[in-house]
């Protein structure tokens, strides 16, 4: 079955879709790119400002481990300390109330420190103070652990903070304190309320955002009070996991060695990309304003690259329509342009085929006819003659009728010769190609001619500008149309006839010019028509056998009027003769 062809897609809508698919592939590459970028972007950016909050609450953490260290090096080197507060230890409230009054003040201005005390080397209570003005002497020592863990050296020791029954991380810390003499040795111990130094870095909100957070993992559980969490494994980078309530966060970690524990600052990863939301939605309205200026421009081209097919289309369908005449606009793109000249060049040659094909098909009915014809009037023409001459032998010393017969025998003369012109006009020609010179051609032809030219007075000149080059042709027949042109010229001419001949690109330009009259111009368009003539002995078949053989080697002929007076007839040849097929010889 055979499709009508309107069916399918038009190609003005496939151009709009490669258009458009053209344009959304780089637009989601962009997307996609874009939203990548941004997504590491925002990524690095939060790693920065994660790890500036956390670095920032590591170093008050710190501060404050360094401002305790700094207290404990003060009573260290206290003179009340180092002096282990007398000797026999009768009156200890009495000899060691310096000591206690250093402890009660420096609660008091740290807080944070439950209680402050002194042991002897027994690790009996020296001196002790809870806060108050009082100095007591019942403290109890600090576990064996920790007694362990002073005795090993100098210098602040404490151990990792635990949870007490209230809930408060207390952390443990001292220092071994020898007297000036260095022959005694006491120990100084407290405990540190890290709820209060934490409580300050943890709750502050600076930097965290709305739904950031810090806390401390150590190995008693989390603080602030909650469950073990999870948390990034590598200090210092920021990761991307789920958190203890489910919640997708990003967050950043540091080791705190002398708390024991990791501090953890994270945020929502919702709260941390909430600007690719932003961004999202403007990327689509972008991409959506893009798509559609790139659908207004794709349907505006795709009408311009389908118009110039449109009209040829119409033009074709004008054509079929009985309106030959019709051509395709020279207009649009060079490419358009392009096309329209190969449409109408095909047009034109399609025309001059049509012509050449009535034009041979005319001939063929003509030489059909002319054979017909000239096989029936030839024994007529040849008895009519014959009788005439008789005639004419009976009544040659009668002037008038001996003029008579004359006349009558040059009439059937003439018919004789038009219908051995006549067969040869429409007999097929069948072309015997070879290699031929203008020199040795055009002189066959002129030695044919010349008594004509010398009874007229009239020179026959040659120039040759081939250049002695060869062109492809069959010798008779070339040299029969340069006889009927040379004949004709003898007979316009008044004084000179010129053969001349140049090399061009396509081939070779014979020229044939008399010094006569001219031709007129209403009869330039007949002039190659069978049976046109201007002179009444002429056949008017001698220029139109000239352009069957010019066509026939696939050349032309034409004619024009040379100023101030005289005609051209130019016969223009391939070099290697019709069909493009290179002639033998060269």
């Known amino acids: 079955m055979v499709d009508h062809p309107t069916k399918g897609h038009s190609l003005r809508w496939r151009i709009l879709i490669w258009m458009t698919l053209v344009a959304i592939g780089p637009l989601v590459i962009m997307a996609v790119q874009g939203y990548h970028c941004a997504r590491q972007a925002i990524v690095s950016s939060e790693e920065g400002h994660l790890q500036a909050v956390l670095e920032l609450r590591k170093g008050r953490i710190k501060s404050w481990l360094a401002r305790i260290e700094s207290e404990f090096r003060f009573l260290e080197v206290s003179p009340c300390v180092r002096g282990i507060c007398g000797g026999e230890r009768a009156d200890p409230a009495a000899s060691c109330g310096d000591a206690c009054n250093l402890f009660a003040d420096l609660q008091t201005g740290a807080p944070f420190y439950t209680y402050l005390a002194s042991y002897d080397e027994s690790w009996r209570t020296i001196a002790s103070s809870n806060g108050a003005t009082a ?55 407290g405990a540190v309320d890290v709820s209060r130094i934490l409580d300050p870095v943890i709750s502050d909100r600076s930097g965290l955002g709305r739904t950031g957070r810090a806390y401390l993992l150590s190995a008693s559980g989390r603080y602030p009070a909650g469950p073990p969490a999870p948390y990034p494994a590598v200090p210092g980078s920021v990761e991307r996991y789920r958190n203890a309530q489910g919640e997708q966060v990003l967050g950043v970690s540091t080791n705190l060695p002398d708390l024991a524990g990791v501090l953890v600052v994270e945020i929502d ?16 309205v972008t991409g959506l ?30 054509i079929a329509g009985g309106h030959r005449e019709e051509r395709a606009p020279f207009d649009g793109s060079q490419e358009a342009r392009e096309v329209a000249g ?56 009668d002037r008038r009728y001996a003029e008579l017969a004359s006349i009558a025998s040059q009439q059937v003369t003439r018919l004789e010769r038009m219908l051995s012109e006549l067969l040869g006009y429409g007999r097929p020609l069948e072309l015997q190609l070879e290699p031929l010179e203008f020199a040795e051609v055009v002189s066959e032809a ?6 004509a030219g010398e009874r007229r007075g009239v020179e026959i000149e040659l120039r040759d500008f081939a250049e002695g080059r060869r062109f492809a042709g069959d010798r008779e027949q070339i040299r029969r149309a340069l006889t009927n042109l040379m004949t004709n010229a003898v007979r316009e001419a008044r004084t000179r006839v010129t053969l001349s001949a140049e090399a061009l690109d396509h081939g070779i330009r014979i ?29 008017g078949l001698g220029l139109a056998i000239v352009k069957k053989i010019a066509e026939v080697h696939g050349g032309s002929v034409d004619a024009c009027n040379l100023p101030p007076k005289g005609a051209r007839f130019g016969i223009s040849l391939p070099w290697e003769g019709p069909g493009d097929e290179p002639h033998p010889g060269d």
């Open 135 to 189: 100095c007591h002497v019942d403290s109890a020592a600090p576990a064996e652990p920790f007694r362990r863990q002073l005795g090993t050296g100098s210098g602040l020791r404490w151990l990792p903070p635990a949870a007490d029954p209230e809930g408060r991380l207390i952390m443990p810390v001292g220092c071994r304190v020898r007297d000036r003499g260095g022959g005694r040795t006491a120990f100084i111990a």
């Open 446 to 451: 002129r030695e044919l001619v010349r008594p």
């Open 342 to 397: 190969a449409f109408n060049h095909m047009l034109d040659e399609l025309e001059a085929a049509q012509r050449r094909l009535l034009r041979t098909a005319s001939l063929a009915a003509v030489g059909e006819l002319s054979s017909s014809i000239v096989h029936e009037m030839r024994n007529p023409l040849s008895s009519i003659k014959m009788n005439l001459q008789a005639l004419e032998k009976r009544v040659a010393d």
């Open 511 to 539: 020229s044939v010019d008399d010094d006569g009259e001219g031709i007129a111009e209403a009869r330039m368009g007949e002039l190659f028509q069978p049976f046109f003539t201007t002179r009444p002995e002429g056949t």
């Open 289 to 318: 304003a893009t798509l559609v200026l790139v659908l207004l421009i794709a349907i505006r081209g795709a009408g311009l690259l389908a118009r110039p097919l449109r009209g040829l289309a119409g033009v074709a369908r004008s």
């Open 269 to 284: 990863e919702s709260e941390a990309f909430a600007w690719l939301d932003t961004l999202r939605a403007r990327a689509l």
